[in-house]
């Protein structure tokens, strides 16, 4: 079966409340009843769930940038899987690389995140990639077997069906230095491989990985034509509908 593609913006810690709803309306609006391909907006938590209101009948998902391991308690500041999904989250990015690279997140954390997220019913989209001086020295294959493995152990099959990664090389991300469609092929052919030794063909053919990193209207055709792109996740180009309408547009 053909992988269904994903655009999904991540709006980081852009927007306020107004901005928020009037983008999802603008996203909402542009998308129409039965879009070609699935499209997901992730706002900020606390634009959860006005975002959500706004989205209400519309063929736009929602998704949080982030999740808690842990069901409930004493966790100051964190956001539990189970308050994402009453919120109307269908999705959770875990591992990304600002998380990774500016928090401090290990691939044991996200390990944990995944599972939390998987176990409550959410799906995952799973950043990896390779920062500048990795890819300078030519270890961007080693970064990938790392973080997938690390990431995705204990995972069921039930469970993988509802896994999306995400290639985003941390050189690409907001600088507007988008990967060649060639370079970003041969990464996310090379995880795909990763993937069926890891976790057997059926698993790693019916994956959905999506490239991010300076993703915009006019990179997006090149690369989402590439047989192993799956859409886009994007930040910087999410944060107004039309540049982001067209990103989705060359999902169709
Ligand atoms: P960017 O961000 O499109 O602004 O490079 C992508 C991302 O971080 O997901």
């Given amino acids: 079966?053909?992988?269904?593609?994903?655009?999904?913006?991540?709006?980081?810690?852009?927007?306020?409340?107004?901005?928020?709803?009037?983008?999802?309306?603008?996203?909402?609006?542009?998308?129409?009843?039965?879009?070609?391909?699935?499209?997901a907006v992730i706002p900020p938590f606390v634009w959860l769930d006005p975002v959500a209101a706004a989205l209400k009948g519309t063929a736009v998902?929602?998704?949080?940038?982030?999740?808690?391991?842990?069901?409930?308690?004493?966790?100051?500041?964190?956001?539990?899987?189970?308050?994402?999904?009453?919120?109307?989250c269908q999705y959770a990015l875990v591992g990304h690389s600002e998380r990774r690279h500016v928090i401090g997140e290990t691939d044991a954390a996200t390990n944990h995140k995944v599972h939390a997220a998987l176990e409550a019913g959410l799906h995952v989209i799973l950043c990896?990639?390779?920062t500048l001086a990795e890819r300078e020295r030519n270890l961007q294959e080693r970064v990938f077997q790392r973080q997938v493995y690390a990431a995705c152990a204990g995972l069921t099959d039930e469970q993988f069906g509802r896994l999306t990664l995400a290639y985003e090389p941390v050189w690409a991300i907001g600088?507007?230095?988008?990967?060649?469609?060639?370079?970003?092929?041969?990464?996310?052919k090379n995880i795909r491989a990763r993937m069926a030794l890891l976790y057997g063909d059926n698993i790693a053919g019916a994956l959905p990985i999506l490239y991010g990193g300076s993703l915009t209207g006019d990179s997006a055709p090149g690369l989402f034509a590439q047989p192993d792109?799956?859409?886009?996740?994007?930040?910087?180009?999410?944060?107004?509908?039309?540049s982001f309408l067209k990103i989705v547009a060359a999902a169709g």
């Fill in 1 to 39: 079966m053909p992988r269904r593609k994903l655009v999904a913006g991540n709006w980081k810690m852009n927007t306020t409340r107004a901005e928020a709803v009037a983008l999802a309306q603008g996203v909402a609006a542009g998308v129409g009843a039965s879009p070609k391909c699935d499209v």
């Fill in 61 to 88: 998902q929602l998704g949080a940038q982030d999740v808690y391991t842990e069901p409930k308690g004493a966790f100051t500041g964190e956001i539990s899987p189970a308050m994402l999904l009453e919120v109307g």
């Fill in 128 to 130: 990896i990639g390779e």
């Fill in 175 to 188: 600088t507007g230095k988008v990967a060649t469609p060639e370079l970003a092929q041969e990464a996310h």
């Fill in 229 to 242: 792109i799956d859409g886009g996740l994007v930040g910087g180009a999410s944060l107004k509908a039309d």
